[in-house]
């Protein structure tokens, strides 16, 4: 009987350490210097730059932003207009992909979170919450930053 019961102890431990030891292969995101420039209220829309990062094995997306700063969010990217100008639109297909192993740069005069409708003056300083949604991932809560670039 003593003997069953070491053996159910062993088990026990080493279901806990498989359990404690390296997570399914996926997508692994983390999002790094999250900011935004400095706006007044009176300017509807303000714009949202960050880097993504993917330490995992496999795509993901980042579909869809929201934040108490804004009444809507969009995924959008600049252009280059036929007349030289440039230009804003939703993202094509609606998602930025993050590539296993590599990033996503959401960037000044390139990919960016499109805050519609502010509720706010963007001051250098102010700090507002940003819920970014993954097709794989879920939902991972950022901060960004208003600074002066």
Known sequence: MKRQAWLLVLLIVALAAAACGPTASGPKIRVENVWGRPSPKIATAGAFYMTIYNDGTEEDRLIAAESPACTTMELHESFKKEDGTM?????????IAVPAGGSAELKVGGLHVMCLDKKADFKAGDKYPITLKFEKSGAKAVEAEIKQQ
């Open 87 to 95: 230009g804003m639109r939703p993202v094509e297909g609606g998602f």
